[in-house]
């Protein structure tokens, strides 16, 4: 029992491991194909979620008394649903990071001036690229030449952001709506 | 599994947060996301350790009656949430354009032209560089940027991260 419990905590902690494996192989399937390759990683922790939850009550929920399954349950839940999302913004970072960008820059041209770097990033090249991300994952819309939103999902984590920056005593954000202050 | 396996590492994230907030607000450190570890992981294994350590050679009373390996489930349940903060932290200091997009098109929507206008290339550059800086991934010899030890194993273990996937490196 106790092996188990252990191999089951293991499965557990490498689940950002296995979720790059998933999209490694989805990627030379097909998946590449896909606009949006942020909803790659999520069909891939989807796609995970399944065959590991059989595999997890195989091997220790499905040995619990109803009481000790339900706390199990929620254990395994928030742990797979946290390192799922530590995985999304590992490959975030990697897909759309501008800090990660800038290291491997000075890197590849071994030391950078900042103004030529700095060259390299124009703001328009930057929104234009978000916009389509933006649409293609659905949360903005276009309509007569003007955006909308879509979804309230990204909004609503945009203003628990800013909410969570004034509690942590940051000023508020710069960019500006028609004159009034928004991040 | 015993219930405390769920309790004890969201009390321990949530006085590790009260901890994070305090400090914030009193003096904000210069390297975050180090200061950022220290608080969420390095200080709450240090106590656990020392705890289980006293308790195990009876020099304290044991509340919880816990295994090992239940202590073990609690600790990856605390460091799951602690690096699920820490990640998102960043996008709380500089926010990411995409959400501040989405907060400046809001429900009346806005044209291609006014977004665009709300964002300039100092307000998308410097902060990156200064915060790169700042975390000792890049260091400037006057006006020449290079990448310190810590930045190249970043880049490399990027580049090998995104080879793996089959990938070219982020378009940013």
Redesign the interface.
């Known amino acids: 029992m106790m092996g188990k419990f252990t191999i089951f905590l293991a499965l557990l902690a490498g689940i950002p491991l296995w979720t790059a494996v998933t999209q490694a192989v989805l990627m030379r399937t097909g998946l590449k194909l896909m606009r949006s390759r942020q909803m790659t990683s999520l069909i891939s922790s989807a796609s995970l979620a399944i065959p590991f939850a059989g595999l997890l009550w195989h091997l220790y929920l499905g040995t619990l008394d109803e009481h000790d399954r339900f706390v199990g349950f929620v254990f395994t839940s928030a742990v797979y649903i946290l390192m799922s999302y530590i995985y999304f913004h590992i490959f975030n970072m990697s897909e759309t990071a501008r800090r990660i960008r800038m290291i491997l820059e000075i890197g590849q041209r071994s030391g950078l001036k900042a103004s030529e770097l700095k060259g390299h990033y124009n703001s328009i090249q930057m929104i234009e690229n978000r916009i389509e991300r933006l649409i293609a994952l659905g949360q903005v819309e276009v309509h007569e030449g003007k955006l909308f939103t879509k979804s309230k999902t990204l909004y609503i984590a945009a203003s628990a952001m800013e909410w969570w920056r004034r509690i942590l005593g940051f000023p508020p954000s710069r960019v500006r709506d028609q004159g009034r202050q928004v991040p | ?3 405390l ?2 309790i004890i590492p969201v009390a321990a994230f949530a006085i590790c947060m009260v901890i ?2 305090i400090v ?2 009193i003096c ?1 450190p210069a390297k975050r996301v180090f200061a950022l570890t220290g608080i969420f992981i390095l200080l709450p294994a240090a106590l656990g350790l020392s705890s289980v350590i006293s308790m195990r050679h009876g020099l304290i009373h044991d509340p919880f009656s816990l295994m090992d ?1 239940e202590l ?2 609690a600790l ?2 605390h460091l ?2 602690a ?2 903060y820490i ?2 932290y ?4 500089a ?1 990411s ?11 009346e ?4 032209k ?3 206008s ?4 100092d ?3 410097e902060p ?2 200064n ?2 800086l700042q975390s000792s ?2 260091k ?1 010899h006057g ?5 310190t030890s810590g ?2 194993l ?2 490399y273990s ?2 090998l ?2 080879t ?4 070219k ?4």
Do not use: Y
């Open positions: 599994m015993n219930q396996v769920l994070h907030v914030w607000r904000r390996i073990a489930a990856l349940l799951s949430l690096i699920a990640a998102t960043p996008a709380f200091e926010i354009p995409s959400l501040a997009m989405v907060l400046a098109i809001g429900s929507g806005i044209s291609h006014e977004l665009l709300f964002f300039c290339d307000e998308l550059f990156r560089i915060d790169l991934l890049v400037s006006e020449k940027l290079s990448l930045g190249n970043l880049a990027f580049i991260f995104r793996f996937l089959g990938l490196k982020g378009e940013g």
